[in-house]
């Protein structure tokens, strides 16, 4: 009986493996998401998330000793970074090859607060940006014009910053690298169903019960090797973002202080990954519709389940309407041992959906499928 | 001791509204040829699939060297090729023969050295290592039997086991047969082919429309063709 496992495994992973178009879909795909999202994510986080410097071009056409003051103020302060202007390039031009984020004029008439200082922002420029920019011109202006030394200081007893590190935002790479693991372990499904109706196709399987093989061995052999691909699929994923993109992008990987949570979390997902490739399996009735099937479904849970979009960035009723995908259950859990350092019991309850939603596959399937 | 009894067996499938096998009772003794004739849709391999325990739902009894159904023991009696090349086309012919031999309980010792042999007698022996899609049709037929064959089963069930082969495959084929018969094996040959099943079998069965209209021996029928188009009649099936 365990021999007859093994060759079941072993002709199942033969068929897989030799099949090119599905080690590329299951393996390169999700590599090369992890790669390009990452590095196309790293400007948006950067900008967005950890407070990018604020690109300005000075103009001071006014040169006196206040001018003077604000312009050094502005020129040093650590959220700014100066750029010069190009000889004889206009500010549009300026926006338009993307060199500043704005212009800050300090005109003659400034210091006999005659002329107020002119800011001229890149019209596409993020609002909040803006705002965060516009601000700090203010405070600096303020500063000079009241000849207070440092603003923040003398309103440190009205209104003050509580600080504590971001557990909530994950970095590309901790948002990148689970999401697309996970996304290739629901791809899963389109081998294993394909595989499934195939042999149902070609006879193979009818031929297999011909011997006496016992059915819950046959089971076993067409999940087994799937369960095994996903967690190397996990395991790769994982080794591509601590060992790869972490030194290709500029933001860190950290796995969290319970990194070993992981391995529960893998095991779980892989359980609900496959439930739904035998649930797939035994709803279609062509190849073709297996394939469309697994891949609409995997595609569709991965755009509301925070995988394509992160999901602390989605609007209240996506975030909502996410908790449907299980993609969502999976990369939670996988967050919050990365950003939350979260112990076995705070996972739980997300292995327990992800485990309920893996018993109703095969319950279904089990009900419906027709072996021969 | 008969090879095969199968005692009226009646089947319909789901959402059928006739039955695919009405009260079909036939008897295959120990050491014979056995033709199973009958137009399409007459219902011989729906037979085969029951005697080869692959449908359940029906009523009636099989018995395999007497040994009765579903009891799957017996099914290590049966060798069974299957009309389709019941094959997996990304594996070799060795990997293929290796897995089925597993399947049927054969130690790793046995399954080497039957697969040897078998490899020899059906000329494949060259190509062992190769991936079964790159094979000829006749190949294919022939690595067909010889998974069949793995396990030494006593009787051999044949569905359309020549279709779509060349003369050469197909004589291979039929000397095969002959010499496994001469070795003491029961063999059930279900064909379209008349020349085939009046040159190989000693004895035929008739079947149509899911009954059994005809059971006897060949050597009272002169042209099998004419005497199974009198049988089942010349107008078209189409199912």
Redesign the interface.
Known sequence: MI??L??LI??EM??LL??KQTVLLLFLMPVALIFFLSLAMEGVWADKLTGRKIQLVIQNESESPKANLLAEKIRTNKLIEEVQRPAGMNDDKIFAEGRAHAIITIPKGFEDSEKPVEMYFDPVIDAGYKIAARSLIISLTVEVVMGIDNLEMVVADLVTEKKKPNKEFPTPLQQNVPAYAIFAMFFIAIPMSVGFLKEKK???L????????NTNLVILGKIVPYYIINVFQFILMMLVGVYVMSHIISFSFNLGEHRWHMVPVTIVVAAATTGYGVLVAAFAKTTEQASTLAATGAILMAVFGGIMMPHILMPLMMKKLAMISPMYWAHQAYLDIFLRDASFGDILPRLIILTVFAGICFYIAGRRVKW? | MNALDISSITFRYEEASVFALKNVSLSVPDGRIQALLGPNGAGKSTLM?IV????RGYTGEVSIFGTKMPD??A??S?G?A?Q????????TAR?NL???G????LKEEQIGLRTKNLLERVGLSDHAED?VATYSGGMQRRLNLA?ALLHSPKLLLLDEPTVGVDPQSRNHIYDTLLELNAAGMTILLSTHIMEEAQRLCSSVTLVDKGEVIFNGPMSGISDLEKFFLEKTGRGLRDD
Request: glycine residues 6%; without cysteine.
């Open positions: 021999n007859q093994k060759e072993k002709k033969l068929i030799r099949d070609d006879g193979t009818q031929r297999l019960f011909t011997y006496p093989v021969i | 699939r080869t325990g692959q449908m799957r023991s099914l290590l049966i069974y299957p389709p090349i019941s094959l997996y086309t990304s594996l990997e290796r897995f089925f597993a399947m049927a309980g991936q998974a």
